[in-house]
Each structure stands twice: as C-alpha cells, then as structure tokens.
C-alpha cells in the first residue's frame, strides 16, 4: 500500500495534535450543555478519527453512526444524498448532536445532514471535520470545528479510503494519480 502514496500529507504525530485540539474545543464548548452530547459518525470514513475524538473529550458523550451515500462513482460526487443507516432516537430533542465526518468536500452532504437532523427534532447539530477541503466546495457551508484545511488532492488514510483500500494506514496520504487517474477525491 505504502508504494501507492505520492507523499505523507499528515503525519500520525500531527494527526494526534490536530484531534487533541479539536476535544479541547468541544469540551469547552459543550462543558456546560446540560443535555446529552452524541457524536454522530458519519460511515465509514469517520471510525478512526472518531474512535481517537471520543477518547480524548473528557465531558460526558455518546455515540451512534449514520452511514450515507453521495457518490456516483468511487471518486465523483452525485450530488444526490441517501440515507443508508439512520439515526433512529426517541430523545433526540434532548441531543446536542455533533457530525464527525472525515472530509468534506462539496459541503452538500453535511449541509444536507444538519438540515435533516434539526427537523428530525435534535436540539441543535453542529460538524466537526478531520480534513476541510474548502477549494471544493459548492454550497455555503462551514463546518464548526476543523482540523486541518488541505489542498485538493486525494488523500488516503486514517479512515479515508479509495475503493476500500489504504484506510488502515496510520497517517493521511496523497495517492498517486497512477492508482486512480485524474479524478480526484
């Protein structure tokens, strides 16, 4: 898998900086909520980085899993937005819930999801995002809490995958345009 990495974007001693900075937010933002905090992670992509998130906020959580489909392709957007795996909670006007995504890109699926869980009941939704490829987007929609902006090359990684491959790896990494073509991520 390594040979198919063009460069190391995000190193694994980086990516713990970026997730400790992002707990600290989140635990200073929601210290005093009084309602439930669920991190909503986003399948597939979101496991790692949510699994290393959840660990280092030190307020109260929960969890639960989306899973939702934007993709045409393996590496070209729809446009489309489905709902594979919903989020099916009785108390959810007692959540504060936070998307944990991996990447955004276009910004029309988080924009999309924030929408439809406010009018499903939550009390209020906010996003928090690994990587922000800002270049990308379409709609005008700003994520809460970023790790790191990046240029918009496909990465690979961490969660992040290209025809489920290379998310094991412990590291963010730029794919060769010889793996996937021209296409992007």
Same mark, same amino acid.
């Given at each position: 898998?390594?040979?198919?990495? =063009? ?15 992002? =707990? ?6 929601? =210290? ?15 496991v ?38 919903d ?34 009941g =939550? ?5 928090c ?15 809460d809490?970023v ?30 345009p ?8």
């Amino acid at each position: 898998m390594n040979k198919d990495i =063009a460069r190391v974007m995000i190193t694994e001693e980086e990516l713990e900086t970026l997730i400790s900075r992002l =707990a600290k937010e989140i635990d200073r933002d929601y =210290a005093d909520s009084g309602r439930r905090v669920l991190l909503l992670g986003i399948l597939k992509g979101s496991v790692v980085f949510m699994g290393e998130l959840m660990k280092k906020i030190t307020i109260p959580v929960e969890i639960d899993f989306m899973k939702v489909s934007s993709y045409g392709s393996s590496t070209k957007s729809s446009g489309n937005i489905n709902i594979l795996l919903d989020l099916v909670r009785k108390d959810i006007d007692e959540c504060d819930i936070i998307i944990v995504e991996d990447i955004i890109d276009s910004g029309r699926t988080l924009m999309y999801l924030v929408e439809y869980l406010l009018h499903k009941g =939550a009390n209020s939704v906010r996003t928090c995002t690994l990587l922000d490829k800002v270049s990308r987007r379409e709609v005008d929609f700003q994520p809460d809490y970023v790790g790191k902006v990046i240029e918009d090359e496909f990465v690979v990684g961490y969660g992040l995958d290209y025809d489920e491959k290379y998310r094991t790896l412990p590291y963010i990494g730029v794919l060769s345009p010889e793996v996937y073509g021209s296409t992007g991520n």
